[in-house]
């Protein structure tokens, strides 16, 4: 990982001795934005249309409410004192593997779900990077405790990935490459939102990039779970095989430009804990 001499800490000490900070060129939607989190006091850029556009919502660390890092273990490192912990199957048979950032889950062939204890809220996200298993039916993702086919995502044997909240509903797909996509890493982000009472709207990201969007009506809405899974959940789903990495968990929806920020710098890099940079 790359060695980081500027940190909020030093920034802060700089602002206590009432030093400000500066910095310039800076022409990268990321960087700008791990600046932003940084502190500094303001950003030069030749695109400032382009950055102005990039730059994180103040209140984004605010709205992280689980991360799980899986860097050797299920703790939360968001600060709200949640984690996961395996259901059924052999956890003994599950890996942390070297994954984008540091560590990553494997549940291989394993057949456990991990329980997340966080309750979604009417709006929010879901971000996670995801290295699928050869394609087979059906490759669920992330599963929840608000019943079977309610609150899901997965990927078929044809490397299309779904996502839906009630059974019935349209929810919301994007088509990998049905051979050159398997077996790599894959960002995935899903948001929602509750419209009143007559509507929902969804949306899913896949490797930063808005891949599908939609809307629900009121009769297509199901409260958010209690429990949220990764890899499995309900007995008649198809446990995942993949690898997870870098599960956040938010109570609004991100934008674009903050999805992108949180797939290339990670969650880590909202101040929840430092985290070295994807390799």
């Known amino acids: 990982g790359r060695v980081r001499i500027v940190t909020p800490r030093l920034i802060a000490a700089a602002h206590r001795h009432g030093v400000e900070v500066h910095v310039w ?3 990268d939607p990321v960087d700008a934005a791990r600046w932003q989190m940084l502190g500094a006091d303001s950003i030069t850029t030749d695109r400032p249309a382009f950055i102005r556009e990039s730059l994180l919502s103040p209140g984004l660390p605010r709205a992280l409410r689980l991360w799980l890092p899986l860097d050797g273990d299920l703790r939360d490192a968001s600060g709200r004192g949640r984690g996961g912990e395996p259901r059924g199957g052999s956890a003994q048979k ?28 009417e709006r929010g996200t879901i971000s996670l990077w995801y290295r699928p298993a050869p394609w087979y039916d059906h490759q669920t993702i992330v599963d929840s405790s608000a019943g079977e086919n309610a609150w899901e995502m997965w990927i078929y044997r044809t490397g299309q990935l779904r ?12 088509s990998f490459h049905p051979t050159g996509d398997a077996c790599e890493w894959h960002h995935i982000a899903v948001t929602w939102e509750k419209i009143g009472a007559a509507a929902a709207k969804l949306q899913l990201f896949a490797n930063g990039h808005l891949a599908d969007s939609t809307g629900e009506g009121s009769d297509r809405w199901l409260d958010p779970p209690e429990e949220l899974f990764l890899g499995g959940g309900h007995p008649r789903n198809t446990p995942g095989r ?10 609004r929806p991100l934008r ?23 390799r």
Not at 95 to 117: N, P, Q, T, W, Y
Not at 243 to 251: R, S
Request: proline residues 5%; charged residues 20%.
């Open 25 to 27: 060129t800076v022409n």
């Open 94 to 121: 599950m890996r942390f593997v070297e994954a984008v950032f540091g560590k990553g889950l494997d549940l291989g062939e394993s057949g456990a779900a991990i329980a997340l204890r966080c309750r979604l809220a």
């Open 163 to 174: 996502f839906r909240i009630h059974p019935e509903g349209r929810g919301v797909s994007h």
């Open 242 to 251: 993949g690898i997870w990495d870098d599960v956040a968990v938010f109570d």
């Open 256 to 278: 674009p430009a903050e999805i992108r920020f949180v797939m290339t710098a990670g969650a880590g890099a909202l101040g929840a804990r430092p985290q070295t940079g994807p």
